[in-house]
């Protein structure tokens, strides 16, 4: 008997695959039109392939798997370390994509033991690498977890894929890893060199590739606002002069699988994110986004920059390539500092120092592996006696 084969999804449908806000109410908070990007080169490359993505329950991982199943991947691997996120991501794919494939492993992709059991449910040709801790503040005051999963994990996850033959590995990075200043950036910048040293002169091709602030992610900004908003607020706004560069999960996935598939082996690709977008004019339009079901007067309270926070973030500089992919900006992401067998035995000390929760010795062995390291001391920046009182018909829209 022939078996019937699955009909690739119609680029239309397999576009529109992550749940979020109208586009329209996008394009007033990101301040542009979201982009959309053609999906034909990815359902080519994507078709039949067996894709793995670590930290799949979170909003990134959960956005990937979404467009691999409707792009047409044949087998989806899930390594997810919270059991309830695992649940509801394979739940999601099994009711929207029942012809796909879909292996769900729960465990920490940082154990050795639970990488090597995933890639074996393949061959798996493509590695999508999401899983991180990703809260800027909270970061600061846990170096030690910092490091052991955004460096260490990662470090774990890319020797597995190099031994096991791997097609690709895609490192999830973050532009706070351009001159970084807060532990998050650091150890991303660190994660990002360490992979490069892993697969260099490996059959596995290394794209890194680097992006902001997602809306509607968890825990982002929007969230929060959102959230403050419905208990009649104050909306807490760090400074009116802060901007951070956004944009949606959908626009965020289609631009790692792009670099997937386009990428060259060891480059760093950032996210062409448009103009960096001012947080007190996204606070004013997500109020004006509320107008009708205000009751009462909300109002936006500045609090300072928190630890780790800077008031903006670098403007990518793109290395000229020609052809490169709308969307997707080569950039030149070397900093001095430790490679090669250097870096290793940086490694070596950041693992023991993890074992024994040596808090000095990682702090000087993420300096001494980032050298453009420059975390900022000294209280929150905070502008004085600043607070706005709005109601929804003060706020245009």
Request: charged residues 20%; hydrophobic residues 45%; contains cysteine.
């Amino acid at each position: 008997m022939m078996r019937r084969r699955r009909r690739l999804p119609s680029p239309v449908r397999a576009w529109r695959v992550s749940p979020g806000r109208r586009p329209e109410r996008n394009a007033a908070l990101l301040g542009r039109p979201a982009r959309q990007l053609d999906p034909a080169p990815l359902c080519a490359w994507l078709s039949g392939k067996t894709v793995l993505v670590t930290g799949a329950g979170g909003s990134i991982g959960a956005g990937l798997c979404r467009h691999c199943a409707a792009l047409g991947v044949r087998r989806l691997v899930l390594v997810e370390i919270d059991e309830l996120a695992l649940l509801q991501v394979q739940e999601q794919l099994q009711r929207h994509s029942p012809a796909l494939e879909c292996v769900a492993i729960l465990g920490d992709c940082g154990d050795p033991a639970v990488i090597a059991h995933a890639l074996r449910q393949g061959p798996v040709d493509a590695v999508i690498h999401a899983a991180a801790y990703k809260h800027v503040p909270l970061l600061e005051t846990q170096l030690r977890e910092a490091v052991r999963n955004n460096v260490l994990a990662t470090d774990t996850v890319a020797l597995a894929c190099h031994r096991a033959g791997v097609g690709c590995f895609v490192l999830v990075s973050t532009d706070k890893a351009v001159a970084p200043v807060s532990v998050l950036g650091a150890s991303k910048r660190l994660a990002e060199k360490v992979c490069a040293v892993r697969l260099a002169g490996s059959r596995t091709r290394l794209v890194t590739v680097r992006f902001g602030n997602v809306l509607d992610s968890a825990g982002s900004v929007l969230q929060v606002f959102r959230a403050q908003i419905q208990r009649g607020g104050p909306v807490t706004v760090t400074h009116p002069q802060a901007t951070r560069y956004f944009m949606t999960i959908d626009e965020a996935c289609q631009l790692i699988l792009l670099a997937a598939a386009q990428g060259r082996a060891g480059a760093v690709y950032s996210l062409d994110m448009g103009p960096a977008v001012s947080i007190l004019t996204l606070a004013r339009h997500l109020l004006a986004q509320t107008r009708g079901r205000l009751r009462r007067r909300i109002s936006i309270v500045f609090t300072g920059l928190r630890p780790g926070d800077r008031l903006h973030e670098p403007t990518v500089v793109a290395m000229p390539e020609a052809g490169h992919a709308t969307g997707l900006l080569r950039v030149d992401a070397h900093d001095g500092g430790p490679n090669g067998a250097g870096l290793l035995a940086v490694l070596a000390r950041l693992r023991q120092a993890v074992a024994t929760y040596d808090l000095p010795t990682l702090r000087d062995c993420l300096h001494d592996a980032v050298p453009d390291y420059a975390p900022q001391a000294g209280p929150a920046v905070s502008p004085p006696g600043c607070s706005l009182s709005l109601h929804a018909e003060d706020v245009n829209g």
